[in-house]
RNA sequence: GCCCCCGUAGCCCAACCGGCAGAGGCAGCCCACUUAAAAUGGGCACAGUGCGGGUUCGAGUCCCGUCGGGGGCACCA
């Protein structure tokens, strides 16, 4: 150390000290402990429990092999800094930390370095809990957990079992009594097949069906079940995955491997029995409008009908052919119907040979329709979605040789089967209108097909397009129905309505979500809570068995496979550990031990973070998940709705304030929303919701610095030539010159800066105000090491202003503040509550600097300015303003402290500088008193000789007063 | 193609209900301290709000168009 720097200056080294001897004394007095009022840590007693409550959560990280960068933290030190201001309004609030500890990184990272994935995430989790605790935050140590620790899961699989043991009654009345649909037992369901209440699907008893029929009818019920479907196999994962976790382009989004459809029998969760509440609930939520849009379109309700065609086949029967339809009111044009390539039907209705005088152009050059057919079918079947994607332009399709009839009026429209239309949307097929869609418009011309205009297009519409606005009905008349003339939503009410008096239509909402494919293939997961028996049904395993724990096994990496290899088949680690899969059980359902098989798939990584919000709440509890009265107090619904939420609403509870990434605005934030209602639908839980309010941290981005060749060089070495005339600056790396850009912060870009660096060459408190200033927490800001400094100069006076560096004595003055000063400093008590209030910290930072400014330009800094300052600055450099707190002669954390008081009467001005305007353009300033009369401040404006100076004796055609600031003289 | 968000000094960002464009920081320049440099402290300068219209007494703020950046959805019937 250079003997020149005063002994007691606030250094990188001295707040290094400073932080760690806090640091340790928060552990050692457990100064963030929050009060619960009833479960194994009951404290009711505690005097924060009826101070109110907050929440505060971030959510939780995957503790990856690399650690943190100085982007990862930003969210951790917003909820840090808002829960340490709460703490000194006196709430009792809650704020920790835990682990996503299960999933792909962490056991990619494990197979990579060949060691067991419990060993890599348990050491990963250490340098991470270390990185946090060196930032300062006040997180409760008591409530943390992680997703892998067996009394954490234990408690993921009896949710997993109370979902599968359930089904969802859309008739039964909902628990706020407010409407239809609710989640409940499956025995209740049992109990209305054996009674008879509720028909079997073929009409036999319930009694008379064998133990896998009775499955197979309570699995097309229940909120967890197995299925034979196209999922989504990602050889390169080897694994199967969720829609949610599939990108547009048809890859894997972690790893960006390609995703092949295969039918395999996978877990499902029936998210879509809840699609409308999820849609609906968004309303009751203060969420940013972006993620309620995402999740809006992901679920993609949509209201239309289901209409009946007729459909002749090649043995004189007829078969009906329902399409799904936005558009009923079109229904007078629909000149041909498409059917998708796998649509059951087409087995049935494809005639032996061509239809006389059909268009050859249909025909595909095949012999006959069931050739056509089979082909396209074929070449349909090898394309993978992509491909059908990539393909949207050309519209491809063949003629089946079947004719369906047009119900409103007697049409004979052909069939078409074309991969434009989709099996897994509606009813995978369309009538196709191509007056007015656009697609239908282009598949006609294309094969030469009518096309009639139902809906009258304004004047100027191409005559070569479809109309799919607004409009008059045309041309849409029968015997028994007109719609000619009306407006789009009158026409579709009035069809529908007759087509239902016909049994041909019923109105018919569809969504885009799909069910949540449940089940992976992979070893780092919750072991399903499931037995297969030997008659191949499947039993939950009783709750007192639970946790079904993770087994050893020899390779606990999954087999993956050539990622482009889509004939691979998945293959579950677990069923490897042979030991462990065939177990000898008594279920006590009075059959006796009997063998069993353990499901060997395990569960996706968003099944622990669906419910870790609950859990925190009551860690300890070993009789349930969470005690409801704990729920009930800390995330139960409030009196108030939130703000944005439409008349009428009620707040649907959950955690007060939820901080995280905007990429998991559909996967996680919506796989936990549907669990926190199937808990509710229960009983288990009071609040509908688990995040009442979520701000989505931006992104700490990083400059990238690329030379001549476009490669990334380090950017630490880099260095900046501003320009002298106040131009843009240049950059040099080893004196070559280099180009500027934003980018993402990591290794290949060479431009990883890490918070433990920033400790080291500055401290943590600087790190935290300087990431708390750099912008809203919203915003996605640069990463610029070189201002960091500025942050550290702050810290630095303030210090400063307490402590002589040269001696280390405390040079305060117990004089009273003078008026200037005073004022000050309520107005800035009064801005930065306001500021930490709304989570605005830069401002708040910024107000405090201004003070700090301010009181180093006096000869001495009062006590009664500096100590309220020290409090102020408390949430974001709590380090330092503990050590100062203590210096200044206090005993105790001042974590609880309340914060300071504006005194309302300083914040009102004497005088206040009036703005004088001439036609809006400011020309005299005038110090006037705060409460002059409006029509006094008038008269004096107006008399102002800059005021008449530009005037110029035009006469004053208005004057508009704003007492006290504003005067506008318009002329 | 459709939808959403954002454009303010060289840079990061403030600006409440439409009312003086500037709170704070970085970089720059000057000065003090220093043998010198760094660090520190003090001071100074810098934009009329991407662009074009409109509403208004008055627009960074509201409306329309346009350009640039970011994001979501996309053969969804």
Redesign the pocket.
């Known amino acids: 150390m ?1 003997e ?2 005063p002994e007691h ?1 606030y250094t990188a080294e001295l707040a290094g000290r400073i932080e760690a001897k806090w640091q340790d004394r928060w552990e050692a007095e457990d100064t963030f402990r929050s009060a619960n009022p009833a479960g194994p840590w009951a404290e009711p007693d505690d005097p924060r429990i009826t101070r109110g409550h907050r929440y505060v959560m971030d959510m939780f990280p995957y503790p990856s092999g690399a650690g943190l960068h100085v982007g990862h933290p930003l969210g951790f030190i917003a909820t840090d800094v808002h829960a340490r201001y709460l703490r000194t309004t006196g709430m009792n609030v809650l704020h920790t930390m835990g682990f996503d500890a299960f999933g792909l990184p962490a056991e990619q990272y494990a197979v990579q370095t060949g060691q067991h994935p419990r060993v890599t995430t348990e050491r990963n989790m250490e340098v991470y809990r270390a990185q946090l605790r060196r930032l300062g935050m006040g997180h409760e140590r008591r409530r943390s957990l992680a997703t892998m620790d067996p009394d954490y899961y234990r408690w993921t699989q009896w949710i997993f079992t109370q979902i599968r043991e359930s089904w969802y009654d859309p008739e039964a009345t909902s628990r706020d009594g407010r409407g239809t649909g609710r989640a409940r037992p499956i025995s209740e369901l049992v109990a209305e097949l054996e009674s008879g209440e509720r028909a079997t699907p073929d009409g036999r008893p319930w009694a008379q069906l064998s133990a896998v029929e009775r499955a197979d009818v309570l699995d097309a019920h229940r909120l967890a079940y197995v299925s034979a479907a196209p999922v989504n196999w990602c050889p390169g994962l080897g694994t199967v995955l969720s829609n949610e976790e599939v ?2 382009d048809g890859k894997s989004e972690r790893g960006d491997f390609p995703v092949f459809k295969r039918n395999l029998s996978q877990w499902m969760m029936r998210i879509t029995a809840y699609a409308d509440r999820l849609v609906d609930d968004l309303d009751r939520l203060d969420w940013p ?2 993620v309620k ?2 999740q809006r ?2 679920i ?1 309700r ?1 209201t ?1 009908a289901n209409v009946s065609f007729v459909v002749g086949t090649p043995g004189g029967t007829r078969e009906t052919l329902r ?5 009923p009111d079109t229904l007078f044009g629909a000149t041909f119907m ?1 059917v ?1 390539p796998e649509h059951p039907l087409l087995d049935s209705i494809v005639p032996t040979a061509w239809p006389e005088g059909t268009d050859p152009a249909w025909h595909q050059g095949e012999e006959t329709p069931l050739a056509a057919v089979a082909a396209y079918q074929r070449m349909a079947s090898t394309k993978s ?1 992509v491909e ?2 990539a ?6 399709g063949v003629f089946t040789g079947a004719f369906a009839t047009n119900p409103v009026n007697g049409a004979r429209i052909p069939v078409f089967v ?16 191509p007056g007015q ?1 656009q ?2 418009w ?1 598949f006609a011309t294309a094969y030469r097909l009518p096309i009639v205009r139902t809906v009258q297009p304004p004047e100027g519409h191409p005559e070569d397009e479809a109309f799919t606005g607004e409009g008059p009905a045309i041309n849409s008349a029968n015997d028994e129905v007109s719609l000619d003339g009306l407006g789009v939503e009158e026409a579709k009410e009035r069809i529908i309505a007759w087509l239902a008096g016909k049994g041909l239509a019923e109105p018919t909402v ?1 969504y ?1 979500l799909r069910d949540w494919l449940f089940s992976r293939q992979r070893y780092w997961g919750e072991p399903f809570p499931v037995l297969w028996d030997e008659d191949g049904v499947a039993h939950s395993v009783p709750d007192h068995l639970l946790s079904v724990e993770l087994p050893e096994v020899p390779d606990y990496s999954p087999r993956t496979y050539d990622p482009e290899d889509a004939d691979s088949s998945p293959e579950a680690p677990l069923a490897r550990a042979t030991d462990w899969v065939h177990v000898e059980l008594d279920l006590g359902d009075g059959r006796g031990v009997r063998p069993f098989r353990r499901e060997t798939n395990t569960m996706p990584n968003w099944a622990g973070s669906c419910w870790y919000h609950l859990r925190y709440l009551d860690p300890a509890n070993e009789e349930a998940p969470v005690d409801p009265a704990v729920e009930r107090y800390w995330i139960g619904p409030r009196p108030e709705p939130v703000a944005s939420a439409p008349a009428g609403a009620t707040d649907p509870g959950g955690v007060d304030l939820y901080v995280g990434g ?2 998991h ?2 996967l996680h934030l919506l796989y936990a929303r549907f669990w926190q209602k199937v808990l509710y639908d229960l009983g288990y839980v009071s609040s509908e919701e688990p995040f009442r309010r979520l701000i989505n941290q ?1 992104m700490v981005e990083a400059y990238v610095y690329r030379d001549a060749r476009g490669f990334p060089v380090p950017a630490a070495e880099v260095e ?1 030539h ?3 005339d ?4 240049t950059y040099t790396w080893q004196g070559q010159p280099v180009t500027q850009e934003h980018g993402k912060m990591g290794k290949s870009l060479k431009n990883v800066v890490t918070p433990d660096e920033m400790c080291e060459q500055y401290g943590a408190d600087t790190f935290r105000v ?1 990431e708390m ?4 927490l919203e ?4 990463w ?1 090491t ?2 960091v ?6 810290l ?2 303030l210090w ?1 202003n307490v402590v002589d560096e040269e001696t280390g004595e405390v040079t305060v003055t117990d004089a009273p503040l003078d008026e200037e000063t005073d004022r000050a400093l309520h107005r800035t008590i009064d801005g930065v509550r306001a500021d930490y209030e709304a989570l ?1 910290t ?2 708040a ?3 405090m ?2 003070l700090n ?1 301010h009181l ?2 006096l000869d001495v800094v009062p006590r009664a300015a500096v100590e309220p300052l020290v409090q102020m600055v408390a949430p974001v450099a709590p380090h330092l303003a503990e050590e100062l707190w203590e210096r200044l002669g206090h005993d105790g954390s001042l974590t609880y402290e309340p914060f300071p008081q504006a005194d309302p009467a300083k914040l009102v001005e004497d005088t ?2 009036c ?1 004088v ?1 001439v ?2 353009k ?1 020309r005299d ?1 005038l110090e006037v008193p705060a409460d002059i009369d409006p029509s006094a401040l008038e008269e004096l404006a107006l008399a102002s000789e800059k005021v008449q100076a530009f005037v110029d004796g035009a006469p004053v055609r ?1 004057v ?1 007063v ?1 007492a006290p ?2 005067v ?1 003289v ?1 002329v």
Request: glycine share 12%; proline share 4%.
């Open positions: 250079s020149r720097i200056r990108t547009a409008e972006k849009l995402i379109n992901w993609g949509s239309g399409v799904f339809t936005t558009r498409v998708a979605d059908r994607q393909d949207a332009r050309a519209k491809t074309a991969d434009y239309v989709l099996m897994g949307y509606g009813t995978g097929a369309i009538m196709a209108v869609d697609r239908d282009d569809t885009r905007v990429e605005a559909v931006g900046e501003p320009s002298g106040g131009g843009p600056a300087y200033s750099m912008g809203p915003q996605y800001r640069p610029e070189r201002a400094v500025g942050s550290m100069r702050f630095q006076r400063r605005r830069n401002t930072v910024a107000k600097i201004e400014n180093t330009k206040v500088t703005v305007q036609g809006g400011v300033r208005k508009i704003r600031r504003l506008n318009v």
